[in-house]
């Protein structure tokens, strides 16, 4: 079973307005597997249309500088609770 708990991915287009479709691609089976992804948009140039797939926002530059964030918590699962403390 597939499980991925704060992927993330961080972009920063120095040079060039890049448009990346998404930060993370990922088979339609497993991205509810995914809890909590993000992508940033640092600094530079470009855009991320999607965090995953087809889910998400986009990051890109707000005008201001500095780091724009975007997460998708879509219908999955919130992560399981830590195990209990052995005595």
């Known amino acids: ?10 972009h920063y287009f120095r040079d ?8 993370i ?13 993000l992508v940033v948009f640092l600094n530079g140039y470009g855009t991320v249309d999607h965090v995953i797939n087809d889910y998400g926002s986009s990051t890109h530059s707000n005008g201001q500088g500095g780091a724009v964030v975007a997460t998708w918590c879509g ?4 992560p ?3 195990p209990p403390p052995t005595p």
């Open 1 to 10: 079973e597939h499980q991925a708990f704060g992927v993330g991915v961080y």
């Open 80 to 82: 399981p609770p830590p």
């Open 75 to 78: 219908g999955a699962p919130a």
């Open 16 to 23: 060039y307005p890049v448009v990346a479709h998404t930060g």
């Open 25 to 37: 691609q990922a088979p339609a089976a497993v991205v509810s597997s995914f809890h909590s992804p």
